[in-house]
Nanobody
């Protein structure tokens, strides 16, 4: 089990960039796949955004963010980031960092952060 804390959310205008960070604590971080999910509106199932394998060698993106978002990790610092470019109003959501099995399903991730709000105005 790892503990995850996201940061970097905020209010931006359409077309702006924003970078989210997720700091992890726990000795197993470097052995786990990491992913970002988002949820909007509250109560809706969390949607897959991006994932990265334990060593950073593989990444996958949702079609809606492909070419605009980049996920990366640094196992020496226990961090994972999500660089978001060309943001659109439909990217508005609470973004969650998750640790688990390399999958696009939220059910395969056992550790979650508290979430960070991203709001994109038009």
């Amino acid at each position: 089990q790892v503990q995850l804390v996201e940061s970097g959310g905020g209010l931006v205008q359409a077309g702006d960039p924003l970078k989210l960070s997720c700091a992890a604590s726990g000795r197993t971080f470097s052995r786990l796949a990491m992913a970002w999910f988002r949820q909007a509106p509250p109560g809706k199932e969390r949607d897959f955004v991006a994932r990265i394998s334990w060593n950073g060698g593989s990444t996958t993106y949702a079609d809606s963010v492909k070419g605009r978002f980049t996920i990366a990790r640094d196992n020496t610092k226990n961090t994972v980031t999500l660089q978001m470019n060309s943001l659109k109003p439909e990217d508005t959501a609470v973004y969650y960092c998750a640790a688990g099995i390399y999958s696009s399903s939220p059910r395969d991730y056992g550790s979650w952060g508290q979430g960070t709000q991203v709001t994109v105005s038009s």
